[in-house]
């Protein structure tokens, strides 16, 4: 049971390439998030799905897309990436909203520099 | 006002020490009240819940929420250098799928 797996590890991006970070997660979890975590600035939604074919937008979906087609991924599109989009990236799912039956599960995050 | 306001630390302390962190928000619609433990350069996971007012206790810690005074705690008795980690308050309201997370708090534990 490998949980939320997110590849790549590690990726530094010219200004103005886009990429496709991916998340899977094996739990069979309804709600899927993407996160990014700055240096002392905590945790920003960026977008979350509800469920395969559902997708809405969080605190800072600037810059950022999302499909969810399948239950086990969700993956987060950069467009033109821009140096304010470097951060680390984590994905997380839960099998409801209930934060307390439900916790979030983390992947290990997506460190990303953009140059 | 920040939604929720968590002091950054770091926090510093020998082994053995009673360690207390502490998160205030502004938003009284706020239910639910997590801590997650995030080590370095992993992903932050669940350490404790608790649904509105009261106190919870897992073997060394504990977490208070104070609905009144919008201020939550989570108290760590006889640390170990195991829990040095950046700790992370998040909270929600009962309608919303939005979880929202302090800045964390980076403690140290010394051996």
């Known amino acids: 049971n490998a949980g939320v797996t997110q590849t790549p590890k590690f990726r530094i991006l010219k200004i103005g390439q886009s990429m496709t970070l991916q998340c899977a997660q094996d739990m069979n979890h309804n709600y899927m998030y993407w996160y990014r975590q700055d240096p002392g600035m905590g945790l920003k939604l960026i977008y979350y799905?509800?469920?395969?074919?559902?997708?809405d937008k969080g605190e800072v979906p600037n810059g950022y897309n999302v499909s969810r087609s399948t239950t086990e991924d969700f993956p987060l599109r950069l467009e033109l990436a821009a140096p304010s989009q470097t951060s680390v990236y984590f994905c997380?799912?839960?099998?409801?909203?209930?934060?307390?039956?439900?916790?979030?599960?983390f992947g290990n995050g997506t460190r990303l520099t953009v140059t | 006002q920040k939604e929720v306001e968590q002091d950054p630390g770091p926090l510093s302390v020998p082994e053995g020490a009673i360690v207390s962190l502490n998160c205030t928000y502004s938003n009284s619609a706020f239910q639910y009240f997590m801590w997650y433990r995030q080590y370095s350069r992993k992903g932050p996971e669940l350490l404790m819940y608790t649904y509105s007012s009261g106190n919870k206790e897992d073997g060394r810690f504990t977490a208070q929420v104070d609905k009144s005074s919008k201020y939550i705690s989570l108290f760590i008795r006889d640390s170990q250098p195991s829990d040095s980690a950046t700790y992370l308050c998040a909270m929600r309201s009962g309608g919303s799928e939005k979880l929202v997370f302090g800045k964390g708090t980076k403690l140290t534990v010394n051996p």
């Open positions: 997380a799912s839960s099998y409801s909203r209930n934060a307390g039956n439900s916790p979030l599960h």
């Open positions: 799905s509800v469920g395969a074919g559902i997708t």
